[in-house]
C-alpha cells in the first residue's frame, strides 16, 4: 500500500561539524526559545538553525524568517558543512535512551514515502492539525527545498520480516555513533545494497503506515507538492523528489517505541462552569482520593489503567483517582469511547465550555509541574491520562477515525539533523 523509497540524502560531515550529537536538535514543536539559544551556544553548525529559522525574533510566523536560513543552508552545502552521498541509500538509525532506571533501544528506518491523501489510506493520520502551523512547515520547504527533520510514523511487522534484515545491516560500521549529554545514543547505517532495498520497498507495498508524530509537516509536504503539480502536470512524474516526504518507520512492536501519557489542564473557567465541570465527573467517574507525590499518583494511572477507564483529577484540594462508570457508557460513543481524553472533552468539557473549551483547555506532558501547579492553584485543575494504548490506536486509527488532540506524546521525539532530504530535481 505505501510506496517507500530509498534517496541521496545529505549528511552533516563530522570532519566539519565535529561531534555529531552536538548539532542534533528535538522537532521544532519541542523547541523554546531558551533551548534554541542553548542550542546554538552548542554548535554554530547545529541544524536548529535550518529547522527553526533564521533571521526574526522567535516565534514570529512570517516566511520572511526563512530567508537567511535559505543563504545558510546553500552555504553550509557550499562548503561542504553537509555533504550528499552519492548512492540511492534507506538510512537505519538505532536510539539507546534511559527511561528511569531501564535503557531503551528503538530502530526505525529513515526513507522517503510517497505522498497521498489520507483518504487512499496509504498513509493514516490519527489526529487533526491547525492551519498557522502548517503554513509554517511549507514557508520552510519552500525556502530551503528540503526536509530537515523526518515524520515520526509505525508500521505493522507481525512476522518480524525487517527484524530479520536489520541486525545485518547493524553488524557493520555505523556512519557514525555518537552519545548526548542526556546518555541518549544515535548510531545510523546506510543501507546501499540493492536487494536489500527491493525487500524493503516489496515489504511496505503491502501494509500501510501510520502517522505518529509529524502530521502538520505531512501535510505541509503534500500541500507542497499539489502546489508543484499546479504549476507543471509534467510534476506528478514519480522520480521526482517533491511527490514524497521523508519518514523515519517504527515497527508497532519495536520494544522501544514509547508512549507516555498527554495530559489536560483547565484554567480561568468561571466558577459556576467549573462547579458544573465537577459534578459531570462525579456523574460519569467513580472517585476515590489518591495519595502521595505526583510519581505516585502517574505511577497509580499507569498501573491501575491497564485494565481499567481511569485518570487522576488534580486541584487545590488534592488529587482523586477516577474510574469510568460502565454504566455511563453509552452505545453511541463507538470506538473513541476507549479514549480516556475524548470521554474528557467530548462528555465532561465540550458541554459546558462549547466553543471556548480550547481557550481553557491546554495540554502538558511534564506530569510534576502539572500537578505543582494545580496544587499550588495556578491551574485549576489537570487531569493526568495514562499512555494510550497502541492496540487501540491501531484498531481507532485503521477504523478511520481520529483520536483527540494530544492524545498520544512518543518518547523521546526523534533527533533532527540525522539525513536531510532535498525535494527539488530528481530522486
Known sequence: MAEVSPFRGWRFSPEKVGDMASVLCPPYDMIDEDTQK???AQNPYNVIHLEAGEGLDWNSSAKEQYTATSDLFDRWRADGVLQQDSELSYYLMRHSFPLGDKNMVRIGLIALVWLEDYETREVLPHEFTQAPAIQDRVWLMESLSANISPIMSIYRDAEGELDRIYPQIMNGTPEFNSTDDSGSITALWRISEPNVQNQISKFFASRPIYLADGHHRYEAARQYQLDRHAEDPGNKS????????????IAFDDPGLVVLGYHRTLNNVPEDKLAKIKA????????EPANGTSNDVIDQVGRLGVD??????????GAKMLTLKESAIKPDWGPLSASEAWVL??????????????????????????VEQAKSGELQMVFLLKP???DAFESIVGGGQRLPRKSTFFYPKLPTGLVINRIDGEL
Open 38 to 40: 542553548a542550542l546554538k
Open 238 to 249: 514519480a522520480n521526482l523528489a517533491h511527490n514524497f516526504v521523508m519518514m523515519t518507520l
Open 280 to 287: 459531570k465527573l462525579n456523574q460519569l467517574f467513580d472517585s
Open 308 to 317: 481499567r477507564r481511569l485518570m487522576a483529577s488534580v486541584d487545590s484540594g
Open 345 to 370: 472533552e467530548e462528555q465532561v468539557l465540550k458541554p459546558e465550555l462549547g466553543d471556548a473549551t480550547l481557550e481553557h483547555l491546554d495540554f502538558m506532558h511534564d506530569h510534576e509541574k502539572a
Open 388 to 390: 494510550f494504548p497502541l
